[in-house]
């Protein structure tokens, strides 16, 4: 009688290696690589087409994947088997155990094969007969691998030892993956094989091993095992029980540690298709040796794998190179050094970027956490670093206005407004657990913004370089930006804010405030128009007092503007905010008048949420919505998505280009409008982080970013300005709160799945405590 033997497939990995192409979401076992089916699919149909025999097949899948393998198996018979879900990757050992109890709860003491998903062989009639000449030995009790005979020096294989003749061998080791000398070494001595990773035992055999070798895998396992969710669609693994399970390859657990392991010698070709090279080994080739998938253009090319999803690529010259070409990434490597893909990829992880997880798509929506890895590692590993350094002017005082993109500053007189965001980006590091030198640079920030008080007590528009003053104009919008940094300075444990925080109100009151009681002069000789924006940051700075102190004084102060907001400067039928005013705050004539800022539009959307939470005038929220809604639906470019400079009263655009700042504050005025009784935002606050990372960000030098780009998606910016990093580092800030604990989701075409959020950096686990 033929042996039963039940088959699992083993379809948890991400395959890494074939990166841009493989990724979390979409990894290579669903990928049609060879032109006739996705691996996943051929591995279950090359199993399914046992000559004879009892052979179930079970799938052991990513949670994550539970749609996609359900709609891929739908019209295939299992013969008994099932889709066994992992709610997290613990690499093979944990499959294995898994597959052996499976086993013994449903056949008992039967075989059991356990195979890869993502491995090209040569004829099911191959695959079976080397399968079969293994079952005597997995019947009297031995663990059997399957060994491939090397047909060259590969240094991305691991290998195994074999010893003796014929169909059945012994092992005598386990070889890690060697160097090429070693390799070559190895092809000369006829002994080694590549190691398939496909494994035929007793279920009871493997459960004595495990018992003995790793018990504590195997008991762990059998716990979460028991307490798996069995439904229609498959079987639910526990995931609470399941990520307690240590993550170790089956290799390190069981195989080297084990006796008496058998080595079949395979009669079939075979790939793991882990590397461009192997794709470019295997797959069908034009006269010069190039696979050409894509839209593609390839002159005097030889032996090249020329791959493009999307936009034309054009090459000429070339021997020898792997290009995959995705919708948001490039790899270009020789061929015979694709297998170091994974050192990218790492790279990628380790910085938070989301090109590793998820696959360009229109119908994806990612909600809330997908971006907090990225956001962290930008603000405390890469952004923090470089502007407490390179930012810090340690010779003259201060901070330097600009860096160039090669980090060096740009020596310029240094603005008051930018010297204050400087300390109040510090300081708001500091509060939300930075463990930089966060104390001495907001202490150097208010000793050199010091050196800028006027003769009255109020502070100078502009100083030279070295702290003399350039321009001593008392300016409305600087002192408001001062008032900001010393409120945070203050919380943040600074001695000297508070006392600077009560002078600048005196002068405010005295110098700045309009003596009809109408908000503020823009200067302290009243000879400009009026504008909304300094009145905006005054607002934001009355809140930040009202939050260092909880003084309702400073929140009578803010009212007063908010009545300006009412009264004055939204315009109800447009949904607008007006930037210029005459003195009796009319709009201003002409072109002026018409001028309005969605980035502004966003600004005022936050604060006006926060006003709310302070003061409890809720009809103030659809006021709030109205603007978030005017600034999305009139103020994007909708080439890119991000905001315009400015747009007229009735949705004309004014100033084409999209600074880095607008689109931080969207990020914050979604963050405040979720949860306030209207639409589900947290998607749109992905997407907006997505924007500003997607232009402004991933494209600049580490902890930079592009202030300007133009209408038509191309960089215009020449330097960094430091004036927009408070920006920054409050709208990540608030994003990191707004997330904290959150589980990533996203969804594909068909289906919705989940992962746990990666695991953060020291400094964000303090960021978010």
């Known amino acids: 009688m033929v042996a039963r033997i039940s088959c699992f497939v083993m379809s948890g990995g991400i395959g890494s290696r074939l990166w841009p192409l493989s990724r979390e979401d979409n990894p290579k076992q669903f990928h049609d690589l060879a032109g006739n089916g996705s691996m996943l699919v051929r591995t279950v149909l090359r199993l399914r087409a046992r000559p004879a025999g009892d052979t179930p097949v079970n799938l052991i899948a990513s949670e994550r994947h539970a749609e996609r393998v359900r709609s891929d198996m739908a019209n295939i018979d299992l013969a008994g088997g099932r889709a066994i879900f992992e709610p997290i990757g613990r690499n093979t050992a944990a499959a294995v155990a898994v597959a052996a109890l499976e086993t013994l709860l449903v056949h008992g003491e039967g075989l059991v094969l356990v195979v890869p998903s993502d491995h090209e062989i040569s004829t099911d009639e191959q695959f079976w007969e080397t399968v079969e000449k293994g079952v005597p030995a997995a019947e009297a009790g031995r663990l059997v691998i399957f060994g491939i005979p090397p047909s060259q020096p590969e240094t991305g294989y691991g290998y195994i030892e074999a010893m003796g003749e014929g169909d059945v061998r012994d092992v005598a080791r386990f070889v890690e993956k060697p160097d090429l000398e070693t390799a070559k070494a190895y092809v000369a001595a006829g002994t080694f094989f590549w190691n398939a990773g496909i494994f035929l035992f007793r279920a009871d055999t493997m459960r004595a091993a495990f018992r003995e070798h790793q018990p504590e895998i195997w008991k762990k396992t059998e716990r979460a095992f028991a307490a798996a969710a069995s439904e229609v669609s498959g079987t639910y693994l526990p995931l609470g029980l399941y990520s307690a399970i240590p993550s170790v390859s089956i290799d390190y657990a ?7 392991i058998a080595m079949v010698p395979a009669s079939f070709r075979w790939s793991d298709l882990g590397s461009w090279q192997s794709l470019l ?9 190039n696979v050409v998938i894509g839209d593609v253009v390839a002159i005097d090319c030889e032996h090249s794998y020329l791959r493009s999803q999307g936009r034309l690529l054009s090459v000429i010259g070339l021997k020898d190179i792997a290009i995959v070409a995705t919708a948001d990434a490039t790899f270009v490597a020789p061929v015979d050094k694709s297998q ?13 970027r989301l090109e590793t997880k998820f696959t360009p798509a229109h119908d994806r929506v990612l909600l809330p956490g997908a971006w907090r890895q990225r956001v962290a590692h930008w603000l405390f590993e890469e952004t923090l670093p470089l502007w407490s350094t390179a930012g810090v002017d340690e010779h003259h005082g201060g901070f330097h206005e600009a860096l160039s993109f090669e980090a060096a500053p740009l020596i310029r007189p240094k603005r008051m407004r930018t010297m204050a965001r400087q300390v109040y980006a510090f300081s708001v590091a500091k509060l939300r657990g930075w463990d930089g030198d966060a104390d001495r640079l907001i202490a150097h920030g208010i000793e050199f913004m010091q050196r800028g008080r006027t003769k009255r007590g109020g502070w100078a528009r502009v100083l030279h370089v070295d702290g003399t003053i350039a321009d001593g104009c008392e300016d409305a919008y600087d002192h ?4 900001l940094a010393l409120a945070y300075a203050y919380q943040a444990g600074n001695p000297d804010a508070l006392r600077l925080g009560q002078e600048t109100f005196a002068f405010l009151d005295t110098h700045l405030e309009d003596e009809r009681l109408t908000g503020f002069l823009e200067t302290s000789d009243g000879t400009e128009l009026r504008r909304t924006n300094p009145h905006m940051h005054l607002l934001e700075a009355f809140l930040a007092w009202h939050t260092a102190t909880g003084e309702r004084g400073y929140l009578r102060r803010a009212a007063r503007i908010i009545d300006l907001f009412r009264s004055h400067f939204f315009d109800v039928d447009s949904w607008t905010l007006g930037e210029y005013f005459d003195d009796a705050w009319r709009p201003a004539t002409g072109g002026q008048g018409q001028w309005t800022e969605p980035g502004h539009h966003f600004e005022w959307a936050s604060l006006l949420v926060e006003f709310v939470s302070k003061s409890r005038q809720t009809d103030l929220i659809p006021f709030a919505r109205k603007l978030y809604a005017s600034a999305i639906a009139n103020g994007l470019n909708r080439s890119t998505g991000l905001a315009y400079g400015a747009v007229s009263r009735s949705a004309l655009p004014l100033d084409l280009i999209s600074r880095s700042w607008p689109q931080a504050e969207a990020i914050k005025a979604a963050i405040a409008l979720e949860g306030t009784g209207g639409p589900d935002l947290k998607p749109e606050i992905e997407a907006r982080v997505g924007h500003l990372f997607r232009w402004h960000i991933d494209p600049a030098p580490l902890g930079m970013w592009i202030d ?5 998606g191309r960089v215009v910016a020449t330097e960094v300005p430091a004036s927009v990093f408070y920006h920054l580092v409050t709208a990540l800030m608030q994003y990191l709160d707004k997330t904290e604990g959150a589980v990533i989701f996203y969804q594909l075409p068909a289906c919705s799945q989940s992962t746990p959020a990666a695991e953060p950096s020291a400094a964000f686990d303090k960021a978010t405590a």
């Not at 080994?281 to 040796?289: F, I, K, L, P």
């Not at 408001?480 to 008032?483: D, F, G, H, R, Y």
């Not at 300007?708 to 038509?712: G, H, L, N, Q, T």
Request: a negative charge; one cysteine or more; glycine letters at 8%.
């Open 480 to 483: 408001a930006c001062v008032l």
């Open 281 to 289: 080994d295997v797959s069908r080739t034009e006269a010069s040796g």
């Open 340 to 352: 170091d893909v994974k050192r990218i990829v790492e790279q990628l992880e380790k910085s938070g």
């Open 254 to 260: 069981i195989m080297e540690h084990a006796s008496g």
């Open 708 to 712: 300007r780009i133009d209408e038509k």
